[in-house]
């Protein structure tokens, strides 16, 4: 008898700790970690109670102290474990070890998520057994520190249908966000059915930015065009990048339109080789007269005559070729027409952007300080480096294959992009052009190039990116300009010809050059001895 109530008081204490340890690591007070401590306790108390005597008696012993102080030693690691882990747990801290950081949030989330101006809320539609609920929820609570605005829940959808029938989700895995009377859904990535980062920051800006989401891509005139995905010089690559930024990508034959449409949050010109009806460029110039936003990218020995529209905006473009002789091996001509662009003059656009962009084949453009529309300024947000050069006589370069500086070239390093807008109009006189009446918001960037943001060329180096930039300062969204979500890629190092010299000589040249002059050190030592 004597032995079973010692067995229940053992027992009793081994159910009281995992009670105990259960309510420390989950914080949860349930009806398991109830039967546990109760049952636990009331068990440890009988055995006490029946077998006090032996307990008193047992404690007396040396072996048994010294078996206590074990015990209580080992009691006291395992509840410095438990309290770590309960820290841990409550307070938790990730480190990202991938090289581009994909399960960090990007600084265009954290703005976007800590500037929230309104109340959002995200319902993710997964049932209570679904695999996927840990997945999103470590993704979903990544957001909620950022803003005291920001909260989610899962609902189960066939537990709530009503839910799912009012919001529109017809399978499981949606997203929807609310914000005041204002939905939106998305069931992940289109290609890999995921929920990711940059699909929960486009729902929060569906809800909380509304306006014109349409991109309007000029037709008709050999540009790029956002539906094809086969060629090298379609512009698919892009049209998919704009939709991942809450864009819609439209096509727009102007040539056939009364007017830009007024939904249109910008309008670009990718490339165009033949040269704009006046109806076009009449058109557009009244686009811009409402606040409209224009990107152009023009190619060298392309005419599409916008220079007067540009020269409104103190911008102009040169009849020219950039060349640089350092340029990345194994990507392009040998006539060195791949320049390599690293100098960003500060601009909202370039903001806190050190990377590289590399051009195809581009002409030089011009911020003028002189003419234009009252109360324009023109900047320019990036330059080639000091090895390049801009050639006039580029067609006579092209034609032989060789490459020398002429007496019309201009010495590097030379504009390739430029930002304008329109503040107040200055003074009250009359104005000088039809499209004096600009609105303070018109805005215009000019690229001397199309290809870097073709199908073949986009992906490399930064050319998305910056694009991006430039597309978010002219839709008025300088908040979002900043390093967006990033997702697995292969790891790819860009090098430029110096950079290549530069591994060269300390893995090929420098290392056995120190060996050896360590060596004669060491000899010579010797020798003196």
Excluded: C
């Excluded at 599409?304 to 473009?317: C, Q, Y």
């Amino acid at each position: 008898m004597r032995g079973s109530l010692r067995f229940l008081g053992f027992a009793g204490l081994v159910l009281l700790i995992f009670g105990l340890a259960s309510y420390a690591l989950t914080g949860v007070f349930d009806l398991w970690t109830a039967v546990h401590a109760a049952g636990g306790g009331v068990l440890l108390a009988l055995g006490l109670l029946f077998n006090f005597s032996g307990v008193k008696s047992s404690l007396s012993l040396a072996g048994t102290r010294q078996r206590l102080q074990a015990f209580a030693g080992a009691l006291l690691f395992g509840g410095i474990l438990v309290a770590v882990n309960v820290f841990a747990t409550r307070h938790p801290w990730r480190y990202d070890a991938t090289e581009a950081k994909i399960h960090t949030l990007s600084e265009q989330t954290r703005a976007v998520i800590s500037g929230l101006d309104r109340p959002v809320e995200l319902l993710a539609f997964l049932g209570a057994g679904d695999a996927a609920r840990r997945e999103v929820a470590e993704l979903l609570d990544r957001f909620v520190p950022l803003s005291s605005r920001f909260t989610w829940r899962f609902v189960d959808p066939e537990q709530d249908p009503a839910a799912a029938d009012r919001y529109g989700v017809t399978k499981k895995g949606m997203l929807v966000a609310l914000s005041q009377e204002t939905s939106a859904q998305s069931a992940g990535e289109r290609d890999e059915g995921t929920l990711t980062e940059g699909v929960v920051t486009n729902l929060v800006l569906k809800v909380t930015r509304p306006g014109p989401r349409s991109v309007y891509l000029l037709a008709g005139h050999g540009e790029a065009a956002s539906g094809d995905a086969e060629s090298p010089g379609g512009a698919a690559a892009l049209a998919d990048a704009l939709q991942r930024e809450n864009l819609e990508v439209r096509p727009l034959l102007l040539a056939a339109e009364a007017k830009v449409p007024d939904d249109a949050a910008l309008v670009a010109v990718l490339g165009a080789r033949k040269t704009l009806l006046d109806h076009e460029l009449s058109e557009l110039r009244a686009y811009l007269a409402r606040g409209g936003r224009l990107l152009v990218l023009v190619d060298p020995a392309t005419a599409p005559g916008l220079e007067p529209l540009l020269a409104d905006f103190r911008v102009g473009l040169g009849d020219d070729m950039i060349v640089d002789r350092e340029q990345i091996p194994f990507l392009g001509a040998r006539l060195g027409l791949d320049p390599i662009v690293e100098d960003f003059p500060s601009h909202p656009i370039t903001r806190d952007f050190k990377e590289r962009i590399v051009l195809f084949q581009a002409r030089s453009v011009e911020a003028r300080t002189e003419g234009g529309l009252p109360g324009v300024e023109s900047h320019v947000v990036a330059r080639t480096r000091p090895s390049s050069w801009a050639v006039a006589d580029y067609r006579k370069m092209l034609s032989t294959g060789t490459v020398a500086r002429g007496a019309g070239d201009v010495d590097g390093p030379v504009a390739v992009a430029v930002a304008a807008r329109r503040g107040a109009p200055e003074g009250g006189g009359a104005s000088p052009s039809p499209a004096a009446s600009l609105a303070p918001s018109g805005r215009l960037v000019v690229i001397g190039d199309s290809d870097f943001a073709t199908n073949a060329h986009l992906t490399e180096f930064f050319n998305k990116e910056f694009l991006l930039n430039a597309i978010a300062w002219l839709r008025g969204q300088e908040d979002l300009i900043a390093e967006r979500p990033k997702g697995f890629r292969p790891s790819r190092l860009d090098m430029t010809e110096a950079d290549y010299r530069t591994l060269f000589r300390f893995g090929v040249l420098f290392f056995p050059e120190a060996l050896l002059i360590v060596g004669l050190a060491v000899w010579w030592r010797r020798r003196t001895l």
